[in-house]
């Protein structure tokens, strides 16, 4: 499917402060329906600040965001169905199984992918029976990831979503990374990967500082040197 247009993501002139800390200091950046963009930058950036703004998690202090046409914060159950998100903590509950857990959240969209199918696409029916308390970090990881994609939203957010996964999962995790921004869904990734960046993205962004230091085609941004060296001459000497 060929990229829209209007960005289904825009983020202009946003800050955010922690008391002393500025965790966003004027970033600016967007992404397309349709695309996979890679958000790389390094620890303590502002990654994740921006991608819970643009999920609605957080306010902003200032600045503009749109995100499906609409302000995230305080958006309503109609928009938060069109939004899936796959955050670092994943926040899942300890208790209950993971087939069970992707059961119930099915319930909450109109149109779910099928669970059986994810489940067994994320290699979630290995570990089917075992409560999350007792998954190893990259199995809660396939689980949340899970529970990002089962809506089938309109934009997605993966923070991290292959740290800690095994060679085989982070493989099948790019496919349906892929899949899903072909079917024309916003995907935004953040990584540490160029690797995985250099595999999946159609625009890269890299923020440093709270700031975008970067934000085009791969081929634009990584240029004749590649990626990992436009990063490191984007980022050495400006971490804070
Ligand atoms: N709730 C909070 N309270 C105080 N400071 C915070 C809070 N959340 C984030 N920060 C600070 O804001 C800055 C940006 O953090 P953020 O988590 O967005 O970075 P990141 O780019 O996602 O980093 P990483 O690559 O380590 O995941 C950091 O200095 C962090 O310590």
């Known amino acids: 499917m060929s990229a829209s247009t209007t960005p289904a993501l825009v983020m202009h002139d946003v800050t955010r402060r922690f008391g002393s800390t500025v965790a966003l200091d004027g970033l600016s950046w967007s992404a397309r329906s349709g695309e996979v963009t ?24 200032s600045g503009r965001v749109e995100v499906l046409g609409s302000d995230p914060w305080g958006a309503g159950a109609e928009h938060r169905a069109r939004v899936g998100v796959m955050l670092q903590d994943g926040g899942l509950p300890q208790s209950v199984r993971p087939v069970a857990l992707l059961r119930h959240v099915a319930r909450f969209w109109s149109d779910p992918l099928d669970v059986d199918d994810l489940a067994a696409r994320l290699g979630i029916d290995a570990f089917a029976g075992t409560p999350v308390r007792r998954l190893s970090g990259g199995q809660r990881q396939r689980v949340s990831l899970a529970t990002a994609l ?3 939203p309109d934009i997605l957010f993966l923070d991290e979503p292959t740290a800690g996964l095994d060679p085989h999962a982070r493989r099948e995790v790019h496919s349906i990374v892929r899949e899903v921004a072909d079917g024309g869904t916003a995907t935004v990734v953040t990584t540490h990967s160029f690797e995985e960046a250099e595999r999946l993205a159609d625009r890269v962004v890299v ?19 590649g990626l990992e060296h436009t990063y490191f001459s984007l980022t050495d000497g400006a971490l804070r």
């Open 207 to 225: 923020v440093v500082g709270g700031r975008c230091a970067a934000d085009g085609t791969l081929a634009e941004v990584a240029g004749g040197g």
């Open 38 to 61: 890679c958000v790389l930058g390094p620890n303590g950036a502002g990654k994740t600040t921006a991608v819970e703004i643009a999920t609605g998690l957080q306010r902003p202090d």
């Open 150 to 152: 089962l809506g089938r």
